[in-house]
């Protein structure tokens, strides 16, 4: 089992920066992978960013060079960091942890966190 909480959302105008902050109940070192989605009304969610335990990092084409995911390993908390925000960023935020447990692979979700940029 692994609780996520995120934080950090809120309400920013265009070209502004948010930090978002996922923390995890359990060492982030024993999830697979921990990843950042975002899901904006009448759309699906979308993967946005992901780091794999071995702290490779992923990043879909319409963030790259403006967010950044990051982790604390002594925090349990992993991190996106994005700058230079456009309206279209407007969406629920959620991170994600990916578990194998006896060959099984588990997602977790956070609660989501929203992000609105004004334009």
């Known amino acids: 089992q692994v609780q996520l909480v995120e934080s950090g959302g809120g309400l920013v105008q265009a070209g502004g920066s948010l930090r978002l902050s996922c923390a995890a109940s359990?060492?982030?070192?024993?999830?697979?992978?921990m990843g950042w989605h975002r899901q904006a009304p009448g759309k699906q969610r979308e993967l946005v960013a992901s780091?794999?335990?071995?702290?490779?990092?992923n990043y879909v084409d319409f963030v790259k060079g403006r967010f950044t995911i990051s982790r604390d390993n002594a925090k349990n908390t992993v991190y996106l960091q994005m700058d230079s925000l456009k309206p279209e960023d407007t969406a629920v935020y959620y991170c994600?942890?990916?578990?194998?447990?006896?060959?099984?692979?588990?997602?977790?979700w956070g609660q989501g966190t929203q992000v609105t940029v004004s334009s």
């Open positions: 994600s942890g990916v578990v194998t447990t006896f060959g099984l692979k588990r997602t977790y």
């Open positions: 359990r060492s982030i070192l024993t999830i697979d992978v």
């Open positions: 780091i794999s335990r071995g702290g490779i990092t």
